[in-house]
């Protein structure tokens, strides 16, 4: 074979894979556009999606502009007017500063750039296809720039393959976009996605002004403000309370110097002064602005600029730890009251009569700034409009536990009596050790015969501890023992159970409909699991910024559907399949519950029968098998 010769590859090959570096889809067009924008000094950036970026996505602002004769170079690699020396590059205050946003986009895209410079007497255009320029000249705009792109990889048809649905491409512009916009709470941004307006922010707002407009109330709730400064560097922003933890990380926001970033020392600090403080599984809100001299950090890592390198990270880890704790530790709250009072002052707001700020009390954005909560008695349940459901996002505000941490607290410290009749008919005497040997917390197996199971050669033996059922398999002489949690057991019948319900459409119509206040960010949550609603049993009607709710599940209490709905709407849970695997979990009969052999014998018939058997919804194993020899190694018979 002869050896290929090295060549210099084509200057459109070259784009092209540079432009897979910067541009993986469109919301990382949009971030690169935006932030040309914000480093123009724009007091306004306007967004405008049609499917979903890739057919068409415009960004437009009102900043400084380019004079006409430097539009081919803005289109030109590694052109930029914000680098001058080596030593810029390790002092780096703009967002961009590469060179390669424009004609990375230019080379997989049909760009129109559109400017006009502050002192110019009009505006001029450039045109480029696919790195080509095909076009220049005079152009009528008013003052900024303005950017279109269409076609997104229309020259790259494998790059398209990559991309998700068009909705998911939308949605995830509305994030870059988010993120940006919580950083510049002093620019008005606007985002128009498929001729609708998803949102118009005016310039000039609070911080937390703006980030009521992304978050729910019951998620702001939970925030306390932070503020914490050393050795040059300052880290502040909002941070949830352990109470107001939630199932996903996706409310964890991170930026460096204004920058928005993903970066592993800081969640691991974050998480670090959580420590101790969260179940498995749960994360905080948290809205991190770290502050630091910019040759202290490297933000030239990668071209896409969401990485950074720190110079000191012990520092940088130590000062995050440090900053959190006040919000994040049990014991630190009263240290960050008097800042938090101060806080709700300044927007204000003032505390109850009489109340002292020993701990900081929840605030809730205005237009404004922070406001003071409404006292306990003013959040006490009239019904269900708004927020006061029972056990509802506002339940820690009354005094009360989240839902999470009560489900807990059920499983481990079963009620004296059924919340919910079990699912099969129990019958039969109940054996004679269930009465006071059981409340004694004796746990004696049961003296009565074998009971067989209809299948696999299976017999019951009996109940130990009120929790584990006893089975052996192929008779007395060889075989093997089996236990069943019957907790665990119950779980997986009880969800299989809900299952077939929702498949079946059923629902619980309400004599007197309940109204809840629907936030915008509830509304778009709404709009992705209205079809899975349904199915569940809910029948919902949306009405100037209300939910109606007409019907809900036929296995849940009115007071706990809504309450799940909400969670489900707040994004504190991770959707319809953690809606029923708590259920599951608070409805299953509990572990220390005797029960009659013909409740066992039921519980295992339908268990049997139930698909995934060997695991609860919650992925603990239900059944533990015990074979002939393995008994004979526990004895050291071998």
């Given at each position: 074979?002869?050896?290929?010769?090295?060549?210099?590859?084509?200057?459109?090959?070259?784009?092209?894979?540079?432009?897979?570096?910067?541009?993986?889809?469109?919301?990382?067009?949009?971030?690169?556009?935006?932030?040309?924008?914000?480093?123009?000094?724009?007091?306004?950036?306007?967004?405008?999606?049609?499917?979903?970026?890739?057919?068409?996505?415009?960004?437009?602002?009102?900043?400084?502009?380019?004079?006409?004769?430097?539009?081919?170079?803005?289109?030109?690699?590694?052109?930029?007017?914000?680098?001058?020396?080596?030593?810029?590059?390790?002092?780096?205050?703009?967002?961009?500063?590469?060179?390669?946003?424009?004609?990375?986009?230019?080379?997989?895209?049909?760009?129109?750039?559109?400017?006009?410079?502050?002192?110019?007497?009009?505006?001029?255009?450039?045109?480029?296809?696919?790195?080509?320029?095909?076009?220049?000249?005079?152009?009528?705009?008013?003052?900024g720039t303005r950017v279109e792109m269409r076609r997104l990889f229309a020259s790259t048809p494998a790059?398209?393959?990559?991309?998700?649905?068009?909705?998911?491409?939308?949605?995830?512009?509305?994030?870059?976009?988010?993120?940006?916009?919580?950083?510049?709470?002093?620019?008005?941004?606007?985002?128009?996605?498929?001729?609708?307006?998803?949102?118009?922010?005016?310039?000039?707002?609070?911080?937390?002004?703006?980030?009521?407009?992304?978050?729910?109330?019951?998620?702001?709730?939970?925030?306390?403000?932070?503020?914490?400064?050393?050795?040059?560097?300052?880290?502040?922003?909002?941070?949830?309370?352990?109470?107001?933890?939630?199932?996903?990380?996706?409310?964890?926001?991170?930026?460096?110097?204004?920058?928005?970033?993903?970066?592993?020392?800081?969640?691991?600090?974050?998480?670090?002064?959580?420590?101790?403080?969260?179940?498995?599984?749960?994360?905080?809100?948290?809205?991190?602005?770290?502050?630091?001299?910019?040759?202290?950090?490297?933000?030239?890592?990668?071209?896409?600029?969401?990485?950074?390198?720190?110079?000191?990270?012990?520092?940088?880890?130590?000062?995050?730890?440090?900053?959190?704790?006040?919000?994040?530790?049990?014991g630190g709250l009263a240290e960050s009251a008097a800042s938090y009072a101060a806080s709700c002052a300044?927007?204000?707001?003032?505390?109850?009569?009489?109340?002292?700020?020993?701990?900081?009390?929840?605030?809730?954005?205005?237009?404004?700034?922070?406001?003071?909560?409404?006292?306990?008695?003013?959040?006490?349940?009239?019904?269900?409009?708004?927020?006061?459901?029972?056990?509802?996002?506002?339940?820690?505000?009354?005094?009360?536990?989240?839902?999470?941490?009560?489900?807990?607290?059920?499983?481990?410290?079963?009620?004296?009596?059924?919340?919910?009749?079990?699912?099969?008919?129990?019958?039969?005497?109940?054996?004679?050790?269930?009465?006071?040997?059981?409340?004694?917390?004796?746990?004696?197996?049961?003296?009565?015969?074998?009971?067989?199971?209809?299948?696999?050669?299976?017999?019951?033996?009996?109940?130990?501890?009120?929790?584990?059922?006893?089975?052996?398999?192929?008779?007395?002489?060889?075989?093997?023992?089996?236990?069943?949690?019957?907790?665990?057991?119950?779980?997986?019948?009880?969800?299989?159970?809900?299952?077939?319900?929702?498949?079946?459409?059923?629902?619980?119509?309400?004599?007197?409909?309940?109204?809840?206040?629907?936030?915008?960010?509830?509304?778009?949550?709404?709009?992705?699991?209205?079809?899975?609603?349904?199915?569940?049993?809910?029948?919902?009607?949306?009405?100037?910024?209300?939910?109606?709710?007409?019907?809900?599940?036929?296995?849940?209490?009115?007071?706990?559907?809504?309450?799940?709905?909400?969670?489900?709407?707040?994004?504190?849970?991770?959707?319809?399949?953690?809606?029923?695997?708590?259920?599951?979990?608070?409805?299953?009969?509990?572990?220390?519950?005797?029960?009659?052999?013909?409740?066992?014998?039921?519980?295992?018939?339908?268990?049997?029968?139930?698909?995934?058997?060997?695991?609860?919804?919650?992925?603990?194993?239900?059944?533990?098998?015990?074979?002939?020899?393995?008994?004979?190694?526990?004895?050291?018979?071998?």
């Amino acid at each position: 074979m002869t050896r290929p010769a090295i060549t210099l590859l084509p200057e459109t090959l070259r784009n092209q894979i540079a432009a897979g570096e910067v541009v993986e889809r469109p919301s990382s067009v949009l971030k690169e556009l935006v932030e040309n924008s914000l480093d123009a000094g724009a007091a306004r950036v306007d967004v405008v999606l049609e499917g979903g970026g890739v057919t068409r996505l415009l960004v437009s602002d009102d900043g400084d502009g380019i004079p006409a004769d430097e539009l081919a170079l803005a289109v030109t690699r590694h052109a930029t007017s914000k680098l001058k020396t080596v030593a810029d590059l390790f002092a780096v205050t703009s967002f961009g500063f590469r060179g390669e946003a424009l004609p990375s986009i230019a080379s997989v895209s049909h760009v129109t750039l559109t400017s006009r410079a502050r002192e110019a007497a009009e505006a001029a255009f450039i045109e480029v296809e696919h790195g080509a320029v095909t076009a220049e000249g005079p152009a009528a705009l008013a003052a900024g720039t303005r950017v279109e792109m269409r076609r997104l990889f229309a020259s790259t048809p494998a790059r398209l393959k990559f991309l998700r649905t068009e909705a998911t491409e939308a949605k995830r512009c509305q994030e870059a976009l988010m993120r940006m916009a919580l950083a510049r709470p002093d620019v008005a941004f606007s985002l128009t996605s498929g001729g609708r307006e998803i949102f118009r922010l005016p310039g000039g707002q609070s911080l937390a002004a703006r980030l009521g407009q992304f978050w729910p109330p019951q998620v702001l709730e939970g925030l306390a403000e932070f503020s914490r400064e050393k050795d040059g560097m300052t880290a502040r922003g909002l941070a949830g309370r352990p109470s107001h933890a939630q199932n996903k990380a996706d409310r964890m926001l991170f930026y460096v110097n204004g920058r928005p970033v993903q970066d592993r020392l800081l969640m691991r600090a974050a998480r670090e002064a959580y420590k101790g403080r969260l179940l498995s599984g749960e994360h905080p809100q948290l809205l991190l602005f770290l502050e630091l001299p910019p040759q202290e950090v490297d933000v030239n890592v990668h071209p896409s600029k969401m990485e950074v390198r720190f110079r000191d990270e012990g520092a940088v880890f130590s000062l995050l730890r440090w900053a959190l704790e006040p919000v994040a530790g049990s014991g630190g709250l009263a240290e960050s009251a008097a800042s938090y009072a101060a806080s709700c002052a300044d927007a204000g707001a003032s505390p109850e009569r009489g109340q002292a700020f020993d701990a900081p009390e929840p605030c809730r954005p205005s237009a404004g700034g922070w406001t003071s909560a409404p006292s306990r008695a003013a959040v006490e349940p009239s019904g269900f409009g708004g927020f006061g459901g029972p056990g509802g996002p506002g339940a820690w505000a009354r005094g009360e536990k989240p839902a999470q941490l009560r489900a807990y607290e059920d499983f481990r410290s079963p009620p004296p009596e059924r919340e919910v009749p079990l699912p099969f008919t129990p019958g039969g005497a109940q054996p004679a050790w269930s009465g006071a040997a059981a409340s004694a917390g004796g746990s004696p197996l049961s003296a009565a015969a074998p009971r067989s199971l209809s299948r696999e050669g299976l017999e019951y033996l009996g109940q130990v501890a009120g929790t584990y059922l006893i089975l052996r398999q192929g008779g007395a002489a060889s075989g093997r023992l089996i236990i069943v949690d019957q907790h665990a057991a119950h779980e997986r019948v009880i969800l299989e159970g809900m299952r077939r319900a929702r498949s079946a459409g059923d629902t619980q119509p309400l004599a007197v409909p309940l109204s809840l206040s629907l936030h915008p960010a509830e509304a778009l949550r709404l709009d992705e699991l209205s079809e899975g609603l349904r199915e569940v049993g809910f029948v919902l009607e949306r009405e100037a910024g209300r939910l109606q709710v007409m019907g809900v599940p036929p296995s849940l209490p009115a007071g706990k559907a809504v309450e799940h709905l909400r969670e489900i709407l707040d994004e504190q849970s991770d959707g319809l399949t953690s809606l029923w695997t708590l259920l599951s979990c608070k409805s299953a009969i509990k572990a220390g519950q005797a029960l009659a052999v013909d409740e066992a014998l039921a519980l295992l018939e339908a268990w049997l029968d139930a698909p995934e058997r060997e695991h609860c919804p919650h992925g603990r194993p239900v059944v533990v098998s015990f074979a002939e020899g393995d008994l004979e190694r526990l004895f050291k018979r071998k």
